[in-house]
């Protein structure tokens, strides 16, 4: 019963290029949560997908971050043309479904490093 | 109002004493707090958590202390151990909703 994967666990890019972080959910979890930490912060909200659905994406940057979740296969957050602001750990929740007192189950993220 | 503040940043403590972490919000929408531990390298995991219809709830060494009127909570840890090192984070969550508001994280170090 394997947990919340996320790969790779740290993921080095020079500044212009593409980041691809992938997310797979626990089984039987359709909902799907990305989360960014920085040093000495707590983690932010910024997107919340259900299958082939956004659902929000109030937290996450307009401009080069996008993020899907296929009908088959993980759920991707794309960066473009990162910049070394974008260096954090980015964290992926899923849970089986979403609202009130919703367990989330975490994988252990991946550190993006922008040099 | 949907920011959770966290307090302090970081503690140490020796083995068997009892760490206090401190969480304030303003937002009386939330109904859900949990607490969650965070192991270098590893993502958060749910400690335990609360609902504001009770004061206080105990699972093993850890307990959640509620203040509805101050609109705080806390976490104690009973006779802490070197184990319990990590990163503490508070959480919360309004009713109907999806959107976890974390606090700061909470850095403790237990000293053998």
């Known amino acids: 019963n394997a947990g919340v994967m996320q790969n790779p666990r740290h993921l080095v890019r020079r500044r212009g290029q593409e980041a691809r972080l992938r997310c797979s959910p626990m089984?039987?979890?359709?909902?799907v949560y990305w989360y960014r930490q920085l040093p000495e912060e707590g983690l932010k909200f910024m997107v919340y997908?259900?299958?082939?659905?956004?659902?929000?994406e109030s937290g996450m940057p307009k401009e080069r971050f996008s993020a899907e979740f296929p009908k088959e296969g993980p759920s991707i957050l794309r960066i473009q043309q990162v910049v070394r602001g974008d260096s954090a750990a980015y964290f992926c929740?899923?849970?089986?479904?979403?609202?009130?007192?919703?367990?989330?189950?975490f994988g252990s993220g991946t550190q993006l490093s922008v040099l | 109002q949907q920011q959770v503040k966290q307090s302090p940043q970081s503690l140490i403590v020796q083995k068997g004493g009892i760490p206090i972490i401190n969480c304030a919000y303003e937002?009386?929408?939330?109904?859900?707090f949990p607490w969650y531990q965070q192991f270098p390298g590893k993502g958060p995991a749910l400690l335990i958590a609360?609902?504001?219809?009770?004061s206080e709830k105990k699972e093993g060494r850890f307990t959640i202390s509620f203040n509805k009127s101050a609109k705080q909570f806390s976490l104690h840890i009973m006779d802490s151990q070197p184990g319990d090192s990590a990163t503490y984070f508070c959480?919360?969550?309004?009713?109907?909703?999806?959107?976890?508001?974390f606090g700061t994280g909470t850095r403790l170090k237990v000293l053998a």
């Open positions: 929740a899923s849970s089986p479904n979403p609202g009130q007192g919703q367990k989330l189950f």
């Open positions: 089984k039987g979890h359709s909902h």
């Open positions: 997908l259900q299958k082939e659905n956004i659902i929000d």
């Open positions: 937002n009386t929408a939330f109904d859900y």
């Open positions: 609360i609902r504001p219809d009770v």
């Open positions: 959480a919360a969550l309004g009713s109907g909703t999806y959107k976890y508001i």
